[in-house]
């Protein structure tokens, strides 16, 4: 079992930066990947950024190409999500996920956090 636990998330101004940070525990996390999602009120989960946690190999949306930037922390067990550039766009709860690396699907998620952008 992988407990996460996501913070970071607070109202912010179009063009600001925010920094989302998802506490990870429970087993080590050799051999998986961690991943950030959103859904925006009326919209589905969708996608934002995953990285491999040992290779650190990461992948982003079109949406988020550029403006996020994705990255772990070994020794603190952490997954963290620069986001710059920030949109109203982007407003949405943000979650946090982890699965075995080959996995299909993702199998661990946090409780979300909330992120409001402002124009």
């Known amino acids: 079992q992988v407990q996460l636990v996501e913070s970071?998330?607070?109202?912010?101004?179009?063009?600001?930066?925010?920094?989302?940070s998802c506490a990870?525990?429970?087993r080590a996390l050799s051999g998986y990947k961690m991943g950030w999602f959103r859904q925006?009120?009326?919209?589905?989960?969708?996608?934002v950024a995953r990285i491999d946690w040992n290779s650190g190999?990461?992948?982003y949306a079109d949406s988020?190409?550029?403006r996020?930037?994705?990255?772990?922390d070994n020794d603190k067990n952490t997954v963290s999500l620069q986001m710059n550039s920030l949109k109203p766009e982007d407003t949405a709860?943000?979650?946090?996920?982890a699965a075995p690396r080959f996995s299909t699907s993702w199998n661990?998620?946090?409780q979300g956090t909330q992120v409001t952008v402002s124009s």
């Open 8 to 20: 970071g998330g607070q109202l912010v101004q179009a063009g600001g930066s925010l920094r989302l």
């Open 24 to 26: 990870a525990s429970g």
């Open 40 to 47: 925006a009120p009326g919209k589905e989960r969708e996608f």
């Open 57 to 59: 190999n990461t992948n």
């Open 64 to 66: 988020a190409k550029g």
């Open 68 to 72: 996020f930037t994705i990255s772990t």
């Open 93 to 97: 709860v943000y979650y946090c996920a």
């Open 108 to 110: 661990y998620w946090g």
